[in-house]
């Protein structure tokens, strides 16, 4: 199985200090390209291909990529507009081996581009999942033409080819969802697979409850608009939109299940309910229904700490539940795990600020620091020591126990947005059920009245 997305460079002068820094974790990547340079950097990363023997060109040497694309470029005077491309295509972890995982990146690039972009393919073995990085120039070497990339190219070629190559070399594919009308991304395809719930999941979970309540479509449109969706129905392909989210979602995309044709079938012939997306949810709380330490509950925390135990509290993952769960919040259930972790490590420490994480952190950069000083040392001087290797092992602790306190920083931030818009969520919750309730008994007194 081999995933693949691009990224498009638009500047060259851009600073290369991010991706050439050893510093940074050996997992992390560009979250977008902006320097072609700095996609070439990052492609040529020793710490990640481990050796040369992982690194091809076509229509340009090695050590001089990034100069001889912008030679390229000069030539043509093709100095404007997006610089080049940085595909990225990953394999499923143990599924080949670094020479084929090497090899078809190079067919990719061969079959994609057709040598007519100076382009360079780099395998990166420092994660569980190999993956290539192939970076080109934007500019033609025999017509001085520009690449153009869409979603239509994506899709018709890069993917095609990709998925082409995999099969030819007996490797899985991602199946998409063709009968629900839409690509499946990455994420989401991994999560389902492994059974975790996804922020499709929430809304499966809050259509079932709504089908299960209701008797007719009027009643399941009511109570969803209750649970702060909006739903919109006269159009081509009818939508609904969670609350807090921008943009909606259409029905058919939830799966076969959740058409609006299916849906009222379903009211009108009610069987027994099952699961949304097949997560039973009585499970995952079961599974997260006690989260200890030594043995003793997590109990009278203040800080950081009585923010990750408010926000579990919410996500349902405590013994006592909520009696209403936001969207705002459940939305987040995918990362349930994850905040766990972060609850145990902030308990371990004994850290309830951002102060006292920032102190924590200072001594981890500080041997991170002297360590890769004296690993480069060694790459120069003593390129065979054992001790690189010791070296290299004790950083990547160091790093990833560094990049789980930038993790908690930067998630108790956004935490502290979802519990406020909990609450705003909660309020008007409870005055919909207030009016609900006033409502009903008004109805309920004028047929007293009436039939009195």
């Not at 996804?198 to 209750?226: G, H, K, P």
Request: include cysteine; aromatic fraction near 8%; proline fraction near 4%.
């Amino acid at each position: 199985m081999a995933y693949t997305s691009i990224l498009a460079v638009h500047r060259l002068e851009r600073s290369v200090e991010y991706v050439t820094n050893k510093d940074k974790t050996a997992r992390s990547k560009p979250d977008s390209a902006s320097s072609l340079q700095e996609a070439v950097d990052y492609a040529r990363n020793r710490e990640k291909t481990e050796c040369d023997v992982f690194e091809s060109a076509i229509g340009c040497t090695l050590e001089s990529a990034f100069e001889d694309m912008l030679a390229n470029k000069k030539r043509w005077g093709r100095m404007d507009g997006i610089q080049g491309y940085h595909l990225v295509q990953s394999f499923a972890e143990g599924e080949l081996t670094p020479e084929l995982a090497h090899r078809i990146g190079l067919e990719l690039a061969e079959k994609l581009l057709h040598g007519k972009y100076p382009v360079m393919v780099a395998t990166h073995l420092n994660t569980r999942c190999l993956h290539n990085h192939i970076v080109w120039d934007s500019v033609a070497m025999d017509t001085g033409r520009k690449y153009h990339s869409s979603a239509r190219s994506y899709y018709m070629e890069i993917r095609t080819i990709s998925d082409e190559l995999c099969k030819e070399h007996g490797l899985s594919v991602i199946d998409t969802d063709k009968m629900a009308g839409y690509s499946m991304g990455y994420g989401e395809w991994m999560a389902e697979s492994s059974g975790q719930p996804t922020w499709r999941t929430i809304i499966r979970q809050d259509v079932d409850e709504a089908v299960a309540s209701a008797l007719t479509w009027r009643q399941f449109v009511r109570a969803m608009e209750q649970r702060g969706y909006e739903l919109r129905m006269l159009r081509k392909y009818p939508t609904l939109k969670p609350p807090g989210k921008d943009r909606p979602v259409r029905f058919k995309t939830l799966g076969q299940r959740y058409t609006p044709e299916v849906l009222q079938m379903r009211i009108l012939y009610a069987r027994h309910k099952s699961p949304a997306g097949g997560t039973p949810r009585a499970g995952l709380q079961q599974r997260y229904a006690r989260l200890r330490t030594h043995g003793r509950p997590l109990r009278g925390f203040k800080g950081l700490r009585a923010l990750y135990y408010r926000y579990l509290y919410e996500l349902g993952a405590l013994p006592r539940k909520p009696k209403y769960q936001s969207y705002a919040v459940r939305q987040d259930i995918r990362r349930l795990d994850q905040y766990i972790q972060q609850m145990r490590f902030l308990t371990q420490h004994g850290i309830d600020s951002r102060i006292q994480l920032a102190e924590y952190r200072k001594p981890l950069l500080d041997e991170i620091a002297a360590l890769t000083k004296e690993r480069h040392r060694l790459y120069r001087s003593e390129p065979d020591s054992p001790r690189i290797g010791q070296l290299t092992a004790r950083l990547q602790t160091l790093r990833q126990e560094n990049r789980l306190c930038e993790t908690i920083e930067r998630r108790s931030v956004e935490i502290e947005q979802r519990l406020a818009e909990a609450r705003a969520e909660q309020k008007k919750y409870m005055k919909n059920q207030e009016r609900d309730g006033v409502d009903r008994t008004e109805k309920r007194q004028n047929t007293q009245q009436r039939d009195g």
